[in-house]
């Protein structure tokens, strides 16, 4: 009888990590705790609403099938495909109901058995998917697990920097920010702006953040990598490209889905791509040394950055619903990931000091 394969990690740790973005998610702005006074589970016989947003329907469905996704080929082999869509259906249900429950205790939140249900749905929905290709994808024989193993050094240092990389992916799907800009704390912090506004400033400070986040960003990718490619750098800039692009033909400003290639970026774009083909080319130790420097220096100027009035309009005119939930989100993750970045680096420098002299 053959001996059951392995579990893989990289999807117990992609279900772990995006459990926690649902959690967020679920519970932003995270402030104002009370109780209602209301029985917790009302909300499960209340009947279907007079008036709903048909995107918050989707963002409900379409958030949890990547959950369910993920977990399904995270589960014991043992459990086979039925059991594994059926476990990884009532974790998604779980995981859901708890969220629509504690949402009771926030006067910001409407606890829904409509969200229940989308939730629930998209979870399946990912489960299923999960149950068929999700093996394909993850297993020894699969050939994502092929490309990690010959690409991204190994161990879990490999499968934390793919997380940090799908992180930053979704930093880029925030609408009202400049392209690649991350790290600001103002917000988080309640900062004032240190510089006013003029448009000429602005223009050159931007162009020199897109710039350096251009290198800092396609550096830390390769810092990952155990040889030297340029295409899965190319790749992840121009992915993250298209989730700029899609964020802001769908939420800021549709019709005009380049409205973000603005003069600055641009300039931008046309100095940070042969900088960081450049940089590609340097040893690998000095490589690891110029990407937290640019991630540092990218992050200071976007703190230095003025608030372009024009994004503060638009965010302004920027739907209601559960997408304010899913701003909060995608905001965290820029705030908080040329920091996250920065501690990886660090650590695969001191722990992984092996593979930097290298190739």
């Known amino acids: 009888m053959p ?13 772990f990590a995006y459990g926690l973005l649902i959690v967020y998610a679920c519970l932003h702005p995270l402030a104002g705790w009370k109780p209602t006074g209301l029985p917790p589970l009302d909300f499960l016989f209340a009947p ?12 409900n469905l379409l958030g949890f099938v990547p959950f369910g996704f993920v977990l399904a080929p995270a589960l014991p082999e043992r459990l086979g495909r039925a059991g594994a869509v059926v476990v990884a259906t009532l974790i998604a249900g779980v995981l859901s109901f708890s969220m629509e429950v504690t949402q009771n205790f926030l006067p910001t939140r409407v606890s829904s058995n409509i969200d229940l249900g989308f939730n629930v ?14 093996h394909a994808l993850f297993d020894e024989r699969g050939w994502l697990h092929r490309w990690r193993s010959e690409r991204i050094i190994p161990g879990h240092s490999g499968d934390l920097g793919l997380m940090l990389l799908g992180l930053w992916l979704l930093a880029q799907l925030m609408p009202d920010s400049l392209l690649f800009g991350s790290g600001d704390l103002r917000q988080l ?10 448009p000429e400033r602005f223009i050159l400070l931007e162009s020199v953040v897109v710039a350096v986040s251009i290198v800092a960003v396609g550096l830390f990718c390769r810092c990952m990598m155990q040889a030297a490619s340029p295409l899965p750098v190319a790749l992840l800039l121009l992915l993250g490209l298209a989730a700029k692009t899609v964020a ?10 380049l409205v973000w290639l603005t003069p600055g970026t641009t300039r931008g774009l046309l100095y940070g791509v042969p900088l960081l083909a450049a940089a590609l080319l340097l040893p690998r ?20 950055l003025p608030d372009n009035p024009y ?4 965010l302004a005119s920027l739907p209601q619903g ?4 899913f701003h909060g989100l995608t905001r965290l993750t820029a705030n908080l990931w040329p920091f996250l970045a920065l501690a990886y680096l660090s650590a695969i420098g001191l722990w992984r000091g092996e593979h930097l002299a290298g190739r």
């Open 121 to 134: 749905l998209g979870g399946l929905i990912g489960a299923l998917a999960g149950a068929r290709w999700g």
């Open 48 to 59: 279907w609403p007079k008036y709903f947003r048909y995107a918050d329907l989707a963002l």
């Open 248 to 257: 802001t033909a769908s939420f800021f400003a549709p019709g005009a889905a």
């Open 3 to 15: 001996a059951a394969r392995a579990v893989p990690t990289l999807p117990r740790h992609l279900a």
């Open 285 to 304: 130790l000095h490589q690891h040394a110029l990407a937290g420097v640019t991630m540092l220096a990218a992050t200071t100027l976007t703190n230095l």
């Open 311 to 314: 994004f503060m309009l638009g």
């Open 322 to 325: 559960n997408f304010l939930n």
């Open 189 to 198: 912090l309640g900062l004032p702006t240190p510089l006013h506004f003029d």
